[in-house]
T-cell receptor
């Protein structure tokens, strides 16, 4: 049973525009959410995270928004750059859990 | 620079072989994990360990086992490799629960022929 869902397998955005990647979750016990970025033939790298006590976290061009009532989070990349082209995974964790629950990923393509 | 190192980037093995995938971390992390990544399926947890000699099954443990004899090393074992185990295998480590996310290795692309 997929507790973290990324319903868009792919997204294409023009360079300079905003990329918005979405993630929904079903487990109300999740207290920590993360985004990872993965290039082909490499391991995922941590991008940004947010605690459930916040509704927004920014780091440079990357902002994550959390809407707990809707069980939804989104990652905004502004402005998008060709080097942002990668697969982005949303992940979540419960306070008692050791392991992260990952979504299936969204493949972002930023075109020049 | 902190690291999670997976011993092989690419492996080709024959059906029925016993396969060992090794992972070493130098961050003194308590937790270690093995995932596999397949197109359209995302990252699926195979096994994890929260302490030396401790192991827990993840979502897809069938056909796999693990070993953690030392804190820094976590091995994934395919007892008898099959073609449906062809995949990208990712090792990760983290501090004890509540402390944040994972650090991943670069992955091992395993092909079983």
């Amino acid at each position: 049973d997929q507790q973290v869902k990324q319903n868009s397998p792919s997204l294409s955005v023009q360079e300079g525009r905003i990329s918005i990647l979405n993630c929904d979750y079903t487990n109300s016990m999740f207290d920590y959410f993360l985004w990872y970025k993965k290039y082909p033939a490499e391991g995922p790298t941590f991008l940004i995270s947010i605690s459930s006590i916040k509704d927004k976290n920014e780091d440079g061009r990357f902002t994550v928004f959390l809407n707990k009532s809707a069980k939804h989070l989104s990652l905004h990349i502004v402005p998008s750059q060709p080097g942002d082209s990668a697969v982005y995974f949303c992940a979540a964790r419960t306070p008692a859990g050791y392991a992260l629950n990952f979504g299936k990923g969204t493949s972002l393509l930023v075109t020049p | 620079d902190v690291k999670v190192t997976q011993s092989s980037r690419y492996l080709v093995k024959r059906t029925g072989e016993k396969v060992f995938l090794e992972c070493v971390q130098d961050m003194d992390h308590e937790n270690m994990f093995w995932y596999r990544q397949d197109p359209g399926l995302g990252l699926r947890l195979i096994y994890f360990s929260y302490d030396v000699k401790m192991k827990e099954k993840g979502d897809i443990p069938e056909g796999y086992s693990v070993s953690r004899e030392k804190k820094e090393r976590f091995s994934l074992i395919l007892e008898s490799a099959s073609t449906n185990q062809t995949s990208m295998y990712l090792c990760a480590s983290s501090l004890s629960q509540g402390a944040g996310g994972y650090t991943f290795g670069s992955g091992t692309r395993l092909t079983v022929v």
